[in-house]
């Protein structure tokens, strides 16, 4: 009787372990704004290595096969960063960029010459400025540590991306976004709606009004 009275006290102090244990781990499930995220710059990834290629393969201008290279490598590693996390937050990874990514990506590839190239900087433009307002979304809504981590790992490579492609569309003389005082993407523009949709200039360089007359992305100004 005894002996069924101490197996009956281990077994409550199991259970009394284990439901710590369980609550742990559903407390560690990515919110919406965490998983979004994830899948979106998970895509832009891989629109940026498939735009990284196009460049160095059909770039006239040096500076536009150069940038496609380093653009490349970075968000091939930031992606391995990405698809870390999304592991081990049990987040399902899109196998494809956006449709909208995709239609500018048969665009670069239907272009050639100094078209290629000035298509391929002013969607790198527009790309660059929602990727870092979703970048900078995260980091101040964010909710698991690892996600916004990531987030801020990623923001100073998207910002030296923007960098280089506002310079290089200076000397091509290709409008870029209007930015703030400090060069980054102005606040007041528009981030991506949930899902991580980029959306991307059509060829010319116009943007689509959204409903209610606002560009998804800052109005385009000379430089």
Do not use: C
Not at 156 to 178: N, S, T
Request: charged letters at 15%; aromatic letters at 2%; zero cysteines.
């Amino acid at each position: 009787m005894l002996g069924i009275k101490r197996l009956g006290l281990l077994a409550a102090l199991v259970l009394v372990g284990i439901a710590p244990a369980a609550a742990a781990q559903a407390a560690v499930q990515p919110s919406q704004q965490d998983t979004q995220y994830l899948q979106a710059i998970h895509q832009v990834n891989l629109f940026e290595i498939t735009a990284g290629d196009l460049a160095q393969q059909k770039g006239q201008n040096q500076g536009v096969k150069d940038l496609g290279e380093r653009f490349k490598t970075d968000h091939t590693q930031v992606d391995q960063s990405v698809q870390e996390v999304a592991n081990q937050l049990g987040v399902q990874l899109p196998a494809e960029p956006t449709a909208d990514q995709q239609a500018v990506i048969d665009q670069l590839n239907n272009a050639s010459g100094e078209e290629f190239d000035r298509l391929w900087v002013t969607s790198e433009l527009a790309g660059h400025v929602q990727a870092i307002q979703a970048t900078q979304t995260e980091i101040s809504q964010g909710s698991e540590q690892s996600v916004v981590q990531l987030a801020q790992t990623a923001l100073p490579i998207l910002q030296a991306h923007y960098d280089a492609l506002v310079e290089l569309a200076q000397q091509l003389g290709i409008p870029v976004p209007q930015t703030s005082a400090s060069g980054t993407p102005s606040p007041g523009a528009t981030t991506p709606a949930p899902g991580g949709t980029t959306e991307t200039p059509a060829p010319g360089g116009t943007e689509s009004p959204a409903p209610g007359g606002t560009t998804e992305t800052p109005v385009p100004s000379q430089s």
